[in-house]
């Protein structure tokens, strides 16, 4: 009796402990399968490798994802998990052209791919206010408000207020008179808006008579308070930009010398900077810079062009080059660090990171064009690098560490304008009277409707209406145009 209950216990004992190291070795597989999982491992073709999840978000949303000719099972926004490589990216919308990319997935890779935006397969674009003449617009950083000047030589500003995108309110501002000076015959000279502050309440004009230039900055909801900094600060300002938040706060050049106006407290600094040629600022005390520089001070003939920045009080020169080099700069942050990338020539477009933290930084990235470079831009976050020559563009991403080289045939020509950033992923020209947005890569080119080349556009605040500048060729005036481009 007690060896078969003896036997009986142990037996039951061995198949617990069994059933116990079955439960536990398949919740350490399922977990490690999970985790692979999760990491995006995939098996193909027998073989186990990783792949990349791909997040998909549009504008507007509920658009149809296409892998590789594959429908998935969900609408944006989704995320699906890729095997590593490359794959054609489609998302359709009714009513809306088909958005397509070719993207690479890297193993173990997060793929945002969040910025695509729709544009309908016809745009309405409507006239909203007509202008006699037109000599330049600027829009606000917030999108809500923007500025027309129809005639270079009067103090009248028109207002427009877009908090109603479909019926917008236009105030008319003048420049108080003794704020902005005259000729002997009682003239204006060329006025020009120049910039907003990054409060979007008030911004720059510039005033050229002759060789004489002025500088001012209007406060848009009250035309009394124009500051006029030349006559403030009894300086001849050749170059002025906003820094920061601070609407107070401006940095300027004075015969080559950059300087920092505080309207606030009627103060001027010392030089910063000399010789310099110009200028970009960012934030509130950091900036690049263009400048002269002799290496040997007693010969005027060893002149080179230095590119530094200026950042909390400390001058940096970064980098060097030959008085007749091409050089241009773009500024700016991203994530946590400063870039300042560089054309030096030869179509060589550098980056260096924290330049002003190291003089003997080591380079970030580097790309090329196929020719000196037209221009040189940053995107509004700071992640995106772009240069153009000609129909040739190339976009580095800081974030990717990659460039991106796309040919756009509408660049070209001699009289191309530079393309300019309308949001973190979008590039906007008007070259050729047509207003076309162009991802940062060069993919999904879209057409939006006929403009004057020359002038600023802005989107709404909501992101449905773009707001541009129409000419009527047989009148010779210009209108506010606003092209729906979400239905």
Known sequence: MFPNTFRS???????????????????????????????????????LEQGGLVQFRSTPEGATVVVDGVVQNFKTPGRANLPSGVHTIVMQLDGNREWRRTVTVAPGQLLWLNYTRFIPNSVTTAPMKTFAGLS???????????????????????IADFNNEKDPIYNTLTLPDGKVSKTADGKYGLLGMTEWDLGSRYFLMHQQNGA??????????????????????????????????????????????????????????????????????YGDGAVSYIAKRRSNPNDAATTQQAVG??????????????????????????????????????????????????????????????????????????RMVTAGAGSSVVTFDLELNRPYESNLPFLSGSNARPMQWLDDYYLWSDNGGKLRL?????????EITTVAPGFGITLSQSGKTLFSIGKNEITGSYFLQGSQIVK
Not at 136 to 158: C, N, Q, Y
Not at 270 to 277: E, R, S, T, Y
Not at 326 to 347: E, M, N, Q, R, W
Not at 438 to 446: I, M, T, W
């Open 438 to 446: 162009v991802e940062f890569d060069g993919q999904n080119d879209r």
């Open 309 to 382: 920045v200026y950042k909390d009080g400390k001058e940096t020169v970064v980098r060097t080059y030959a008085p007749e080099a091409p050089v241009k700069i773009a500024y700016g942050k991203y994530d946590t660090h400063s870039f300042l990338a560089i054309h030096k020539g030869d179509g060589i477009v550098q980056i260096l990171r924290d330049p002003s933290e190291n003089s003997q930084e080591t380079e970030f990235a580097e790309f090329a064009l196929d020719k000196n470079a037209d221009w040189l831009k940053m995107s509004n976050n700071g």
């Open 9 to 47: 216990k142990r037996a039951k004992l061995a198949l617990r402990f069994f059933t116990y190291g079955v439960m536990t070795l398949a919740t350490v597989v399922l977990t490690t399968l999970a985790i692979f999982w999760a990491m995006g491992y995939r098996f193909n073709n027998a073989t």
């Open 212 to 281: 004489t230039h002025e500088w001012l900055r209007v406060d848009r909801t009250k035309a009394e308070d124009t500051v006029n900094l030349s006559q403030l600060f009894k300086m001849n300002i050749t170059d002025a930009h906003f820094a920061g938040n601070n609407p107070n706060i401006l940095y300027v050049l004075t015969d080559g010398t950059l300087r920092r106006l505080d309207i606030g407290s009627n103060s001027v600094s010392a030089a910063l900077v000399n010789d310099v040629q110009s200028f970009i600022v």
């Open 136 to 158: 330049g617009s600027l829009a606000s950083p917030d999108r809500r408000w923007m500025l027309f000047h129809e005639k270079a030589d009067s103090p009248i500003v028109t």
